[in-house]
């Protein structure tokens, strides 16, 4: 595809736009098939997302849950293939104005994200969301 990007850096900043847009679908076209993601989760060794099709499942309940969620990028950085991003997440949770800072990882293999590791307070999210 002519005009994609292809550097680590700028096919995580595509990925994170197209998120932001609620745009999954061109979002998938920047992950491999066998991606896998991890996250923070109810125990200490976090959850793991599988494949995308996995990764698809998982966006759509959110977006179906936040539709107003996006994410400043603070900060980037690449070397080689590897991506470290300090972000801002937003969303809206009962009318309330929700924002988590996060850190991100990701590995770019041909143009494809093939890892992403997130970094978020998820106790602190529970918090907010039971309040």
């Known amino acids: 595809m002519e005009g994609r990007p292809i550097q680590p850096i700028e096919v995580v900043q595509a990925s994170i736009a ?3 847009r609620g ?6 076209t920047f992950c491999a098939d066998d991606i896998v993601l991890w996250a ?5 060794e ?9 990764l698809r499942l998982v966006l759509e309940a959110s977006e ?6 996006w994410t400043a990028i603070r900060s980037i950085i690449a070397d080689g293939d590897r991506v470290a991003v300090e972000l801002t997440t937003v969303a809206t949770d009962h009318d309330q104005r929700i ?8 590995r770019v293999r041909d143009g494809l994200i093939v890892e992403q590791s997130g970094y978020y307070d998820l106790g602190a999210l529970r918090r907010v969301l039971e309040d």
Do not use: C, R, V
């Open 23 to 28: 745009d999954i679908d061109t979002a998938l």
């Open 99 to 106: 924002s988590q800072p996060m850190a991100a990882f990701y």
């Open 40 to 44: 923070p989760g109810p125990d200490l």
């Open 46 to 54: 976090g959850q793991e997302i599988h494949g995308k099709d996995q």
């Open 18 to 20: 197209a998120l932001n």
């Open 64 to 69: 179906a849950e936040w539709p107003d969620t």
